[in-house]
């Protein structure tokens, strides 16, 4: 594979510029590679571990630096803290951190300054691409490690990296695979993307150039810290538990918080939800406020059937309005791409032997809901029919705070004038609702409006209530 290059300028000792080209190392270079890194860089040249990238930069020719990236720490408290992710999710998304396992300089001390940061500089913006065309996705984050008795760091601090703290000065051993040392190293990292550290902690689908990085069968748990989890399980604790008291192992904080993890993270039936919740640690379904086996001293983590008899006589307002509180709370403010749909939790009847159909206000980036109403159950008067989608979409409008900033799409079944009336003048945000052959009329109208004038059929139809 021929490399492409990567040039800037580089003033030399003697006052001259020269282009300093970084380039990754080609198949006939490993073994000369191999060797100036043996010599010239203390830890010598180290065993490559997962995917792996070694760089060559040169100034006129001549080899002046080497530079490897391999794969990242398994676990580090203080990288697990600066990117917000759980336990799960660092599983999953591990190989979207790259680490910058070597970096050593082939020239004298002093003899070009700024050198070093320079080549890191020239690395670091093409790393992503590289790494994508090598092995089919893009990294998210840098890390690296810096020996304090050896340096300090100083072209990692210039080019944009972040101390994140010491490691506990300990290395892998062959036989007890940690063992002390006593010469902890600071950790520095970098984002290598806009964003980066929200995407990795956000359990969302990735952007598309990082998802062939994700290992889905990794995953052990959500992406929900201690803290969240405890927040959830507090919030349901509110609300009266409908069950008999008698043989209740698990507590309704813990299994409304489970199925709030599993909207949140896109879960479609309750065989997904199920299975998420036995994915979770010790330390989330200890958050969750969950039962412990006196056996084994492990938090358990709650059947099908402990889901399924709960959802039969939960009250499903209580629960929604507890949670679009949550959001609003957590959130701060809605996102500004919304879109307004009917979903079915598969494989549940509420008390009433009707499908849990829910209405959603979803974020359209990651699919999680920002808010929701159930479908409400008719009197029998009425014949005891649960009402339609329409119907609790327009009390899921009445019930959010404000869409100000926010657009809100929806399809055909939600074009309706008092729909348009709650999203604009009620609730300040704006729409774009979808026309189809269900209104021949209106149908009709805006063929007639595009054909005429583009500019003009577009008024009608994006944020003003007709």
């Known amino acids: 594979m021929k490399a492409s290059l990567f040039k800037s300028v580089v003033e030399t000792s003697s006052g001259s510029c020269s282009p300093l080209v970084v380039r ?65 999710l660092r599983k999953a998304r591990l190989k979207l951190v790259v680490q910058n396992r070597r970096f050593c300089l082939l020239t004298e001390p002093g003899a070009r300054p700024n050198l070093a940061s320079q080549v890191m500089g020239a690395c670091l913006r093409r790393l992503r ?47 007890d ?27 969302a689908p990735l952007p598309e150039e990082c998802r062939a990085g994700v290992l889905p069968e990794a995953v052990k748990g959500t992406g929900a810290g201690f803290a969240t989890c405890q927040s959830l399980a507090d919030l349901f604790a509110a609300l009266p538990d409908p069950r008999a008291r008698s043989g209740m192992r698990y507590p309704q904080r813990q299994l409304l918080s489970i199925l709030a993890l599993g909207m949140m993270c896109s879960c479609q039936d309750l065989l997904a939800i199920v299975l998420l919740g036995q994915k979770l640690s010790q330390e989330q379904l200890r958050a969750l406020g969950g ?17 399924y008899n709960l959802i039969g006589q939960m009250d499903a307002e209580a629960f929604d309005a507890a949670l679009c509180e949550w959001f609003g709370r957590h959130e701060g403010h809605l996102p500004r791409d919304l879109a307004l749909d009917g979903k079915v939790l598969r494989g549940t009847r509420d008390k009433n032997g009707f499908r849990l159909e829910l209405i959603a206000l979803i974020e359209n980036k990651t699919q999680r809901p920002v808010a929701q109403q159930p ?13 339609g989608e329409l119907t609790a979409a327009r009390r899921l409008l009445d019930a959010v705070p404000s869409l100000e900033g926010a657009s809100v799409t929806a ?33 009709e109208q805006v063929q007639s409006a595009f054909g005429a004038s583009h500019r003009g059929a577009l ?3 994006f944020g003003k209530a007709r």
């Open 375 to 387: 479908a409400r159950v008719l009197s029998e008067a009425e014949g005891d029919k649960q009402e």
């Open 24 to 88: 990754p190392c080609l198949e006939h270079e490993r073994a000369r590679f191999r060797e100036l890194m043996g010599k010239h860089h203390y830890l010598k040249g180290g065993r490559s571990a997962g995917d792996t990238l070694r760089y060559i930069a040169e100034l006129d020719g001549e080899w002046v630096a080497l530079l490897t990236w391999g794969a990242a720490a398994y676990k580090l408290k203080h990288r697990e803290a600066w990117i917000g992710w759980g336990v799960g």
């Open 459 to 461: 008024r009608p139809f």
């Open 411 to 443: 399809d055909a079944l939600f074009t309706h004038g008092d729909i348009a009336t709650r999203i604009v003048q009620d609730k300040g945000g704006d729409y774009l609702l979808a026309v189809k052959g269900n209104q021949p009329k209106l149908h």
């Open 129 to 175: 691409t590289d790494w994508r065309e090598h092995f089919g996705y893009m990294p998210l984050v840098g890390e690296t490690f810096v020996d304090p008795q050896y340096a300090q760091g100083t072209c990692y601090k210039a080019t944009n990296w972040q101390p994140l703290g010491l490691t506990a000065g300990s290395g892998r051993h062959a036989r």
């Open 291 to 307: 039962w412990k086996r006196k056996k084994t001293g492990l938090y358990a983590a709650p059947s099908y059937n402990a889901y």
């Open 177 to 203: 695979f940690y063992q002390k040392h006593d010469r902890p190293k600071t950790l520095w990292a970098i984002e290598l993307a806009g964003d980066a550290r929200r995407l990795l902690a956000d359990p």
